[in-house]
C-alpha cells in the first residue's frame, strides 16, 4: 500500500467551454489518498472560491459563451443564483492563487499528489490558463504551471479512471451505498468535488475486492 499521500479534487463551474472562459467559481478537496470519508465530510473540508466577474474579461481577455449561459439557464434556480449574483466574498483571480497555493502547503500537496477532475481537457486548462494569465502579478511565489497545483504527470481524470478500475467504458461513476448522498446538489462545485471523490474511493473499493457493490444504491450516483 501507498504512502497515505494527500491528493486533491477539483472543479471549476464556468461561462463558457475554453481555456479562457471567465469563471464563476471553484472548489477544492484535499483527501487522504488511503481514507475513505462521508460525503458530509468532504464537503466540509473543501475550500471555496467565488470569483469577481466585472474584470476578468476587460482586464484578463476571459471569454462568455452563450450556449454555455443558456445551459445555465436550464438549471436549478438557487444554483445559478448562488454563482452568478454577486456577493461581498467574490474575490479576484490573483488572490484565489494566493491562497490555492497556501491550502496546497498546508496540506502537504505535492510531487507525488495525484490531482482529479471530472474532465482533464476542461478544468486543468482552465487553471492553466488562470496562472499563466496572472503570474506575471504575483511576485510572492514562483508559479509554473506545469506542476501547480501537482505535476502534469499526476493528472487524472475522474472518469477515465473509474472506467478503467470498471473494465467497462459505459462506466464512469461508481454505484453509491443508498443515503451516502444526503443534500447533494447538481453543479454546486463543493457537492461535486465531494462526490466525485466518493466516485473514486468506491470503484477502487470494489476493484480490489474490498467491498461489494451494494443492493441499495442511492440514486444520486448517477444523475
Given at each position: 500500500m501507498s504512502d497515505n499521500i494527500t491528493d486533491f479534487m477539483f472543479d471549476f463551474?464556468?461561462?463558457?467551454?475554453?481555456?479562457?472562459?471567465?469563471?464563476?467559481s471553484l472548489a477544492f478537496t484535499p483527501f487522504k489518498r488511503n481514507e475513505l470519508l462521508t460525503f458530509e465530510e468532504y464537503v466540509s473540508d473543501t475550500y471555496y472560491w467565488k470569483f469577481e466577474l466585472s474584470n476578468q474579461s476587460s482586464d484578463y481577455n476571459r471569454t462568455i459563451d452563450k450556449d454555455t449561459l443558456e445551459w445555465w439557464d436550464k438549471q436549478d434556480a438557487d444554483v445559478k443564483r448562488s454563482q452568478f449574483n454577486p456577493t461581498p466574498d467574490d474575490i479576484i483571480l490573483t488572490k484565489m492563487i494566493l491562497e490555492l497555493h497556501q491550502v496546497r502547503k498546508?496540506?502537504?500537496?505535492?510531487?507525488?499528489?495525484?490531482?482529479?477532475?471530472?474532465?482533464?481537457?476542461?478544468?486543468?486548462?482552465?487553471l492553466q490558463n488562470i496562472i499563466e494569465t496572472v503570474k506575471g502579478d504575483i511576485s510572492e511565489i514562483p508559479l509554473n504551471s506545469a506542476f501547480f497545483p501537482c505535476a502534469f504527470w499526476n493528472q487524472m481524470d475522474v472518469r477515465s479512471y473509474i472506467r478503467g478500475l470498471f473494465c467497462d467504458v459505459t462506466q464512469d461513476k461508481a454505484p453509491l451505498p443508498k443515503g451516502s448522498l444526503k443534500?447533494?446538489?447538481?453543479h454546486n462545485p463543493i457537492d461535486d468535488c465531494a462526490r466525485a471523490i466518493l466516485h473514486v474511493k468506491y470503484a477502487e473499493k470494489y476493484a480490489m475486492g474490498e467491498l461489494d457493490i451494494p443492493d441499495e444504491i442511492d440514486p444520486l450516483s448517477y444523475k
Open positions: 463551474e464556468t461561462m463558457g467551454k475554453t481555456p479562457t472562459s471567465v469563471v464563476l498546508d496540506h502537504g500537496i505535492g510531487n507525488k499528489s495525484m490531482g482529479y477532475c471530472r474532465g482533464q481537457s476542461f478544468d486543468f486548462p482552465i443534500g447533494f446538489r447538481h
